[in-house]
């Protein structure tokens, strides 16, 4: 079974900084198969990035993903007031087929 | 427009059974998975199970198999989510949410399931 760790746990940040989220797996990830949601409050969580790299539907290009292997990063360029929100990445793999980290919270400094 | 909206809040005592829906519109609802996922109260997202409305295959994650039973109804385009006897640490959100392949690209509203005596 692999597993997910994100680090930090919690980002503080101002607005107009920018984010680096580290996600790492306990064994090798096929990029294909590495996503990032974002949820905030009282709301479902959103599909940010999918295959390591490509943006959803509608994802701003101040998020960017990248990494391969055992190591992953979500980009915030620039972060707006409605970036602050809490970041999952998540696996897709043999049993239990999908796997999501423990998540980081990107607050307001 | 792809929508999948799921059923209300729901308030049980422990050992009762509950279902919960998740109605997916806007696409072909049988070719694609629908899986669930657990939030408990200020905790992150769990993978629960997840199945295929077109012919029923259903794959459970090793922590819930055996805890809750996923099924489907193709004929009104829904997906439910069971239990059997409700515990406590039952209470939590529950999203469904269709995947494409390896990723989860909608989501439902989420079902609050409270279980308190």
């Known amino acids: 079974e692999i597993v997910l760790t994100q680090s930090p746990g919690t980002l503080s940040l101002s607005p107009g900084e920018r984010a680096t989220l580290s996600c790492r797996a306990s064994?090798?990830?096929?990029?294909?198969?590495l996503a990032w949601y974002q949820q905030k409050p009282g709301q479902a969580p959103r599909l940010l990035i999918y295959g390591a790299s490509s943006r959803a539907t509608g994802i701003p290009d101040r998020f960017s993903g990248s990494g391969s292997g055992t190591d992953f990063t979500l980009t915030i360029s620039r972060l707006e007031p409605e970036d602050f929100a809490v970041y999952y990445c998540q696996q897709y793999g043999s049993s239990p087929f999908f796997t999501f980290g423990p998540g980081t919270k990107v607050d307001i400094k | 427009e792809v929508q999948l909206v799921q059923s209300g809040a729901e308030v049980k005592k422990p050992g009762e059974s509950l279902k919960i829906s998740c109605k997916g519109s806007g696409y072909s609802f049988t070719s694609y998975w629908i899986g669930w996922v657990r939030q408990m109260p200020g905790k992150g997202l769990e993978w629960m199970g997840i199945?295929?409305?077109?012919?029923?295959?259903?794959r459970y994650s090793p922590s819930f198999q055996g805890q809750v039973t996923i099924s489907a109804d193709k004929s009104i385009s829904t997906a439910y989510l069971q239990w059997s006897s409700l515990k406590a640490s039952d209470t939590a959100m529950y999203y469904c949410?269709?995947?494409?392949?390896?990723?989860?690209?909608?989501w439902g509203q989420g079902t609050l399931v409270t279980v308190s005596s």
């Open positions: 199945i295929y409305p077109g012919d029923s295959d259903t």
């Open positions: 064994q090798s990830v096929s990029s294909s198969y």
């Open positions: 949410a269709r995947a494409l392949g390896e990723r989860f690209g909608y």
